[in-house]
C-alpha cells in the first residue's frame, strides 16, 4: 500500500509511526505491530499507533524519521506488514521457562539496540528475568551481548574501577576514591550514572565540579592524561541497551532484577577493560540488600561472573542503614567530598571511601593484605589525593582552585528540630531521599538535606537536626511539609512509651 506522508510531532524512544484506525484490517496489523515503511531503497520498521487525525490516505511520520528514509511531506511511502523479530520468540520462551543460549540473547540485545521491541516486549523480557531467574552462565551471555553492541574503549594497560549498587543517599565515596586510586600511579576511568531514582547520582554530584558529558575519544584523553575521570557513562555510547531498559523499563516500573543488575554493571565495565574491580554493596535497613546472607549471595555471583568474563573482583559489604556522610544532592555533597580532600568532611565518609580504596591497592600490589586502607589515609591525609582531585577537575575543564564555600547552595532553607533531649535512633533513607528531591534534587543542583546528626548523636531539645535546602521557596515548603510528616531523622529519649496515656 503506497501512503502520503504527513508530519506529526511524535516524542518516542523507538521508531513510531501513527495510521489511521481503519487501515489496520487492509495491512493486516494491530497496534503496536510492525510496518516496514520504504521509498527509494531505503527503508525503516516502526511500531504503529492509531489516530483518527490521520487521514485514510496518510501515514503520520515524525520528521527524524522522514531524514532516515529521505523523504518529504506529499512525498508516497509503501507500507507493508513486517512479522515481529525473532528475538521476540526467544523472549516469549524465556517466560516459559526455557534457558537460553548465546546467539539468542545477541540476537535479542540487538533488537533493543535496533529499536525493533516494542515497551510490551521489552518489559517482558525484563520480567521474565523475576519468574524465571537466569543462571550465571545465561547472564554471561547477556552481558557479552550488551558489550558487543556498543562502544569499547582500549587503555593498552591495567584498568582499575570501582562500582556501587546503590540505594543508599549521599553516597559520594567514587569523589574520593578516584582521586585516592589515580595519586598511587594507577588509572581508573570512572564512568558513572545520573541519578535515576536518588537524590544525586556520582555524575550529578560531578557536575558541580567540572563537565561530564564527553566523547569516548575525549574520556580516553582525560583519564590517560591525569590517570583517572568521573564523566557521565550516558554519552559514551557503552552498553546502550542498558540506557535503553533502564529509560524504558526500569525507572517507570521502579524495578531492577538482579540478573540484569549484575549484567549492567559489568558490561559497562568490560567496556571500559577493566581488569580488577571493587563493588560497594551497601547493606541493612533501607538498603537494595538488608541482610548479610543476601549480601554474601549477591557478592559471590559478582565474583564467579567476574571469573567467567575475565575482571578480578573483590566486594565491600558496607554499611547502608544511613545515608554516608551528612550531605544529600548535588551542590551539597560536592562540598563536603571537597571538605574530605581538604582534611575535613565526616569520619563516616573518609572511612568507607580509604576502606574500598584500600582493597584495590591491595588488588594492585601498592598494599599488602590488610593494609591498604592505611595506605589510602596517608594519600588522603598527605594532601596528594587532592592535588589529584584538582588536576581530574581542570583536565574535565573546571575550576581547579575550587574551595568548599565556592559552591553555591540553595538560597531557602528549613530546619527540623528535636523534639525532646534524648539520642537520633534511626536516620531514614527512603524519607531522606524523599524529601531532597521534593526540595528539588537533583535537578536543581544546590537543592538538598543536611543532616546536623546521625544514628546515635545525642541531642537536647531544640536542637538541630536536619536541614532543607532549596532554590525555590515553593519546593522548600514541599520538603518542609513532607519532612514534618515523614520524619527521615527520630529522636528518643529514655522514656520510650507511657500506658495509661493519663493520669
Excluded at 589515609?377 to 594532601?383: C, K, P, Y
Aim: hydrophobic content about 40%.
Amino acid at each position: 500500500m503506497k501512503l502520503k506522508v504527513r508530519t506529526v510531532e511524535l516524542y518516542a524512544k523507538f521508531p513510531t509511526v501513527l495510521l489511521n484506525p481503519s487501515l489496520q484490517f487492509k495491512l493486516g496489523i494491530h497496534e503496536g505491530g510492525r510496518l516496514k515503511i520504504e521509498r527509494d531503497g531505503r527503508w525503516i520498521v516502526a511500531t504503529t499507533y492509531l489516530s483518527n487525525d490521520i487521514s485514510s490516505l496518510n501515514i503520520g511520520i515524525p520528521k527524524i524519521l522522514q531524514g532516515e528514509l529521505k523523504v518529504k511531506p506529499g512525498q508516497y511511502v509503501e507500507v507493508n506488514y513486517t512479522p515481529p523479530p525473532k528475538s521476540v520468540d526467544y523472549i516469549r520462551s524465556r517466560l516459559k521457562g526455557a534457558k537460553l543460549g548465546k546467539e539468542e540473547y545477541l540476537e535479542i540485545v540487538r533488537s533493543i539496540v535496533g529499536g525493533s521491541l516494542t515497551d510490551v516486549e521489552l518489559t517482558a523480557f525484563i520480567l521474565s528475568q523475576y519468574s524465571n531467574r537466569m543462571s550465571l552462565e545465561e547472564v554471561k551471555y547477556l552481558t557479552e551481548a550488551m558489550v558487543s553492541t556498543g562502544v569499547k574503549v582500549d587503555f593498552n594497560r591495567p584498568v582499575y574501577d570501582k562500582h556501587s549498587i546503590g540505594g543508599v543517599p549521599g553516597n559520594k565515596v567514587t569523589l574520593l576514591i578516584v582521586p585516592i586510586i589515580a595519586a598511587a600511579g594507577l588509572l581508573i576511568p570512572k564512568t558513572s550514572s545520573r541519578a535515576i531514582t536518588s537524590p544525586s547520582g556520582t555524575a550529578d554530584t560531578m557536575e558541580v565540579l567540572a563537565d561530564v558529558e564527553f566523547t569516548p575519544n575525549e574520556f580516553k584523553e582525560i583519564a590517560q592524561k591525569v590517570g583517572g575521570c568521573i564523566i557521565w557513562g550516558g554519552k559514551l555510547g557503552f552498553s546502550p541497551a542498558d540506557d535503553i531498559i533502564i529509560s524504558r523499563v526500569e525507572h517507570p516500573l521502579d524495578i531492577d532484577p538482579e540478573s540484569q543488575m549484575l549484567a549492567s554493571i559489568l558490561s559497562k565495565k568490560l567496556a571500559v577493560g577493566a581488569d580488577f574491580l571493587v563493588i560497594d554493596i551497601p547493606t541493612g535497613k533501607g538498603a537494595k540488600v538488608e541482610t548479610l546472607d543476601e549480601a554474601r549471595d549477591l557478592s559471590a555471583k559478582f565474583t564467579e561472573l567476574g571469573r567467567m568474563l575475565g575482571i578480578r573482583i573483590i566486594c565491600g559489604v558496607t554499611y547502608g542503614s544511613q545515608p554516608v556522610g551528612h550531605a544529600i544532592g548535588p551542590a551539597l555533597e560536592a562540598k563536603e567530598a571537597l571538605e574530605a580532600l581538604m582534611g575535613g568532611g565526616p569520619h563516616s565518609l573518609k572511612e568507607k571511601s580509604t576502606a574500598l580504596a584500600g582493597i584495590l591497592l591491595e588488588m594492585a600490589g601498592l598494599a599488602s593484605r590488610g593494609n591498604g586502607k592505611d595506605v589510602a589515609d596517608e594519600l588522603l591525609n598527605s594532601g596528594k589525593a587532592l592535588q589529584k582531585m584538582r588536576e581530574i577537575i581542570e583536565a574535565q575543564g573546571g575550576d581547579p582552585n575550587v574551595k568548599p564555600e565556592d559552591l553555591p547552595i540553595g538560597e531557602y532553607k528549613a530546619t527540623l528540630y528535636a523534639p525532646c533531649d534524648g539520642y537520633i535512633a534511626e536516620v531514614s533513607n527512603f524519607a531522606v531521599s524523599a524529601v531532597a528531591k521534593a526540595a528539588g534534587a537533583p535537578t536543581d543542583k544546590g537543592a538538598g538535606v543536611l543532616l546536623k546528626g546521625k544514628r546515635g548523636y545525642v541531642v537536647e531539645k531544640g536542637d538541630p537536626i536536619m536541614e532543607i535546602y532549596a532554590e525555590y521557596e515553593s519546593k522548600l515548603e514541599v520538603a518542609y511539609n513532607l519532612a514534618l510528616k515523614l520524619q527521615p531523622v527520630t529522636v528518643e529519649g529514655m522514656l520510650l512509651h507511657r500506658f495509661p496515656d493519663s493520669i
